[in-house]
Structure formats: C-alpha cells, structure tokens
C-alpha cells in the first residue's frame, strides 16, 4: 500500500506517516517498505486513480508498505485508529498462537498414548476418513446441480 493511502486509512496526515516512519527508520527494512521511482509513480498513476501531484509536490515519490510494513505502522503512530489497529494486531497474534499451542498439545498426547499402547490409532484414524468422506458425499451431492422441472 502507498504512504498516502495507509495515512487516510490510519486517519493521519502523510506528511505525519512519513515523518514517523524517518524517526523510526531501523523499523522498517527493504521487505517493510521501499520507495516508488518516477517510472513506477506514473505507471501506477496511469493505472489507478490517485490523488493529484499538486498535493504532494513534483519531486516527491511516494513510499510503498508491504504488509509486515503496514504492521510496523500501525505500532509507531499515534492516531487512535492506528493504536486500535496495533491492539487487534496483538490480540490476533496472541489467539493464533494459542490455537497452535493446543494442536500442539493434542499431537503430543496422541503421541504418548500411540507409545502407551504400542499401537497406532489406525483405526480411529479410518473412521475419522471415512466420516469425513461420507460428510463430504452429501455435501457434494447437495448442491450438485439440478436436472429436470425446474420452478
């Protein structure tokens, strides 16, 4: 995303953006963030509807974020909407890793009972595949399409 959209989006000036990101600069390495040339600003300008050069200044170029970039951004600015953006970005993370925790317990616990019992759960394994197959027949065959008298 360009500087100017992610400074709408994050409801401050660009002019802010660009100043966080020069005071926070060794946030933000060349897979963060990079800036467009005058090659790659007109083929973008031809391409999308943007805001006018007047706005911005002939010489300036603008600075594109991928999304670790856009990330970065949203834990060094101050508006509220990029503090509240920060806050979800943390509270996702935290959830995903929870959620990998508990695959990672469960796995360890079939692991010790698959040693416990010197056997593997193969069978249990059969019956998971074939109620997954079953549930996936009549799925398939719901919404197959209709032949026939149509209404």
Do not use: C
């Amino acid at each position: 995303m360009l500087d100017f959209d992610l400074a709408e989006m994050y409801e401050v000036e660009t002019r802010v953006l660009n100043q966080a990101v020069k005071r926070n600069i060794d946030r933000f390495p060349k897979d963060f963030m990079f800036q467009l040339n005058a090659k790659e600003l007109e083929n973008n300008s031809s391409q999308f509807v943007m805001s006018s050069r007047k706005h911005r200044g002939k010489v300036y170029l603008p600075f594109a974020f991928t999304e670790h970039g856009v990330t970065m951004l949203a834990s060094i600015l101050k508006s509220e909407k990029a503090i509240r953006m920060n806050i979800a970005i943390v509270k996702a993370f935290i959830a995903l890793r929870r959620i990998t925790l508990n695959y990672g317990e469960i796995a360890t616990k079939i692991s010790r009972l698959e040693k416990k019992y010197n056997k593997r759960f193969s069978d249990i394994y059969k019956a998971l595949d074939l109620l997954f197959e079953e549930k996936q027949g009549r799925e398939e065959w719901e919404e197959r399409e209709r032949i026939g008298f149509k209404k």
